[in-house]
């Protein structure tokens, strides 16, 4: 297998914003391509990308109070479509997406076969794409020293019991800890697709020492879900990161504007 996502990335210093050629973009089978959009590339995303959207999209992003929110919204949804636009060899704006009864976004176009998963928080947007398989991706900001677990209620009916057990043992420097399986797990229901409508406590993620340090194995009520690529992303020194996709060897790149 084949992955950089445990090389370094780091927020870094971030480049201006050149978006990539559509022409130039492919996505080979068995790869999983992640691009990330950093804070300061997100204004001048969305200056170039607003346009590609459609009506209902940009009622959305009119939705949100604070023109950050706004702006985010439109720089992540215009990146999607660009990215989907040349891996399709389409027209950004000729996309359209639908929404699944449980949020998920879903692209109308014949044959498509690519899989796709966003994922933002704050400073950050992750997005990533691989053809013919499931795929989900999630980040968050790290939350420094904190120990979440004593925050009451925190986590309720999101961990399994083996989870459970696993943070109580990393307590009181739980946190990160906590952020990695809450990020592995969003990962894992985005890929399937049910987010957290579906029940997260059914769900167990634990590390996979036998295929190397980030590497994750996921399982639903005991039973191993095989056949996947399960990866911690280091997306980072402020952010926990994870991506999960339904290929037993995946190739993971990372990509940026
Ligand atoms: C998916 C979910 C785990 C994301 O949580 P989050 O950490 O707050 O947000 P993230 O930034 O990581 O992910 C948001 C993205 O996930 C995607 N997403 C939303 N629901 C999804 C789902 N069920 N499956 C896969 N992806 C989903 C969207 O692309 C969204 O991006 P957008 O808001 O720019 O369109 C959470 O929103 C959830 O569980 N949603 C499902 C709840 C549900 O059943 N809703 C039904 C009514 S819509």
Redesign the pocket.
């Known amino acids: 297998m084949q992955h950089d996502g445990l090389a370094a990335q780091g927020a870094g210093a971030t480049a201006p914003l050149v978006l990539p050629q559509p022409e130039r973009l492919a996505l080979p089978a068995g790869a999983v391509q992640v691009w990330r959009l950093d804070d300061a590339q997100v204004d001048p995303a969305c200056t170039r990308l607003a346009q590609t959207l459609a009506p209902d999209e940009r009622a959305r992003a009119l939705a949100y109070r604070h023109a950050r929110h706004c702006n985010g919204?439109i720089a992540?949804?215009g990146l999607l479509r660009w990215l989907v636009g040349g891996y399709l060899h389409c027209r950004p704006e000729a996309l359209r997406f639908t929404?699944?009864?449980?949020?998920?976004?879903v692209l109308q176009w014949p044959q498509a076969r690519l899989a796709f998963?966003?994922?933002?928080?704050d400073g950050l947007a992750l997005l990533a794409f691989a053809r013919d398989c499931r795929v989900?991706v999630?980040?968050?900001r790290r939350a420094g020293g904190l120990d979440i677990a004593e925050i009451p209620g925190f986590g309720r009916g999101i961990f399994s019991a083996q989870e459970a057990q696993l943070l109580a043992r990393a307590r009181p420097a739980s946190a990160d800890a906590l952020l990695g399986i809450w990020t592995r797990k969003?990962a894992l229901?985005?890929?399937l697709?049910?987010?957290?409508?579906a029940d997260p406590t059914a769900y167990t993620t634990e590390d996979d020492w036998r295929r190397g340090a980030g590497h994750w194995l996921a399982s639903h009520l005991g039973t191993p879900i095989s056949g996947w690529t399960c990866l911690d992303l280091d997306a980072g020194a402020g952010f926990r990161a994870a991506l999960a996709v339904s290929l037993p060897d995946a190739s993971v790149t990372w990509h940026r504007c």
């Open positions: 919204y992540r949804r929404v699944s009864a449980f949020g998920k976004p998963s966003v994922s933002h928080t989900g999630d980040v968050e969003e229901l985005k890929a697709g049910t987010g957290l409508s």
